[in-house]
């Protein structure tokens, strides 16, 4: 079985401050992993994802997430948050064999403040 | 290019009632998925479709069901609708009919049960 857990529902930072969004994830096979934002009335947009090639992975709008095998993570980081960055995020975990079936966590509400 | 379509944007229908949604993928992707995303929560695995098979099925009852067409678009249909069903209802295309690769999302199909 897999499942992710979302450490956190709601996360408020200040603009310009970093973010740090956590998510911890249990898979029996090799898991892939995806960060996907979720603006208010709109669809998911995928942020970026991880497939057993390098452990850090860049994705769009500045974030990023780092696949650390020994503590089951893929925290999503980005340097400087901004208002727009204000949204939803899931953590997503599939698995190779596991066909395209996604697994998503409960979500982290983002709140930029100024 | 044209992202992931659905139809119809907001549906309401009443107790009992019958619903049909609508997908069209991305032009060359021949796998569509389905997810239910209840208010306040991730969405959750109903179907995945490829060629126009059933390849994956999640945890719901027999009332729903999909189809998929020889130009990849789908339908979802969810009979005898209870309050419950009340969600958004999104879309997903893929390249690929197996292994983790992304999906990409459609605006989604908000369904209303009253």
């Known amino acids: 079985a897999q499942s992710v857990t979302q450490l956190d529902s709601h996360v408020s930072v200040s603009e310009g401050t970093p973010v740090l969004l956590r998510c911890n994830y249990s898979?029996?096979?090799?898991?892939?992993l995806f960060w996907y934002v979720q603006h208010p009335n709109k669809g998911l947009q995928l942020l970026l994802k991880y497939t057993s090639a390098a452990t850090l992975v860049k994705g769009i709008n500045g974030f990023e997430a780092e696949f650390k095998k020994s503590e089951t993570s893929f925290h999503l980081t980005k340097p400087s948050a901004h208002m727009s960055d204000a949204a939803e995020y899931f953590c997503?975990?599939?698995?190779?064999?596991?066909?395209?079936?996604?697994?998503f966590g409960t979500g982290t509400q983002l709140k930029v403040e100024l | 290019d044209a992202g992931v379509t659905q139809s119809p944007t907001h549906l309401i229908k009443t107790r009992g009632q019958q619903v049909t949604l609508r997908c069209s993928p991305i032009?060359?992707?021949?796998?569509v998925s389905w997810y239910q995303q209840v208010l306040g929560q991730g969405p959750q695995f109903i179907f995945q479709?490829?060629?126009?098979?059933?390849?994956g099925r999640g945890n719901f009852p027999d009332r729903f069901s999909a189809r998929q067409f020889p130009n990849y678009s789908s339908e979802l249909n969810v009979n005898a609708l209870l309050l419950g069903d009340s969600a958004l209802y999104l879309c997903?295309?893929?390249?690929?009919?197996?292994?983790?690769?992304?999906?990409?999302f459609g605006p989604g199909t908000r369904l209303t049960v009253t």
């Open positions: 479709y490829y060629e126009k098979e059933e390849r």
């Open positions: 997903a295309s893929s390249f690929p009919s197996q292994g983790a690769y992304e999906q990409y």
């Open positions: 997503v975990v599939s698995f190779t064999g596991g066909g395209n079936k996604l697994t």
């Open positions: 032009s060359g992707h021949k796998s």
């Open positions: 898979s029996s096979y090799s898991p892939s």
